[in-house]
Each structure stands twice: as structure tokens, then as C-alpha cells.
Nanobody
Framework: QVQLVESGGGLVQAGGSLRVSCAAS????????MGWYRQAPGKQRELVAG???????NYADSVKGRFTISRDNAKNTVYLQMNSLKPEDTAVYYC?????????????????WGQGTQVTVSS
């Protein structure tokens, strides 16, 4: 299987910056697209930003110009740099990866999720 471990969440004042990271490990065969989702209390989980293995990116309209997603393919790690944070960015941020893992000599396609990291922006 593939494990995704997020780090870097925390409490920050409005207008501040924060960077969250997510490292994939385990029986990885390949990691393709990676992304960040978030879920605020009482709301559905939404895509924040995504990045392909070749580096193409996409962002939710609400974070364009403020957030930047990047990745280090050699480390199977994805980052989300969040600037000019707003209270409405407060949510649990989840890392997601599409890829494949190896089990008993066979590879399986998978969609993997991290456990989530809390980001809280105070006004």
C-alpha cells in the first residue's frame, strides 16, 4: 500500500503564510497526479490544487494567486505554499495521490489519502 503523511499545518493569523507537505511512502510502483483537498466544518471536501507528474497545475478559483503547489518527484513529496491566508481558508487539508502500489508481485492502481492536517487562520 501507499501511505501519505502530511505535516506543516497549524495556527496562523490572517495575511500570514504556511506551508504544508505530504510525503508518500510504502510499496510504491508509481505516483502520478498529486493534490490537496480541504474540508471545513459542515462543508464538503473540495479540491484546492493539483499537480501532475510533469508539473502541470490547477487551482480552485478561491486560492489562485495565493497558493502554490509543487512537488519533488524524487522524494514523492508534494507541497502547498499558502500565502495571504484568510479565515475562510480554515479547514482540514488532505493530501491525495493517484498511482499504483505493488503487492505480492502484482501492481494495483490506487487513489490514496493522507490523514489530514489542520490549518486554522485567525482573524
Amino acid at each position: 500500500q501507499v501511505q501519505l503523511v502530511e505535516s506543516g499545518g497549524g495556527l496562523v493569523q490572517a495575511g500570514g503564510s504556511l506551508r504544508v507537505s505530504c510525503a508518500a511512502s510504502g510499496s510504491i510502483f508509481s505516483i502520478n497526479a498529486m493534490g490537496w483537498y480541504r474540508q471545513a466544518p459542515g462543508k464538503q471536501r473540495e479540491l484546492v490544487a493539483g499537480i501532475t507528474s510533469s508539473g502541470s497545475t490547477n487551482y480552485a478559483d478561491s486560492v489562485k494567486g495565493r497558493f502554490t503547489i509543487s512537488r519533488d518527484n524524487a522524494k514523492n513529496t508534494v507541497y502547498l505554499q499558502m500565502n495571504s491566508l484568510k479565515p475562510e481558508d480554515t479547514a482540514v487539508y488532505y493530501c491525495n495521490a493517484e498511482g499504483a502500489h505493488i503487492s505480492s508481485g502484482t501492481y494495483y492502481l490506487g487513489n490514496y489519502w493522507g490523514q489530514g492536517t489542520q490549518v486554522t487562520v485567525s482573524s
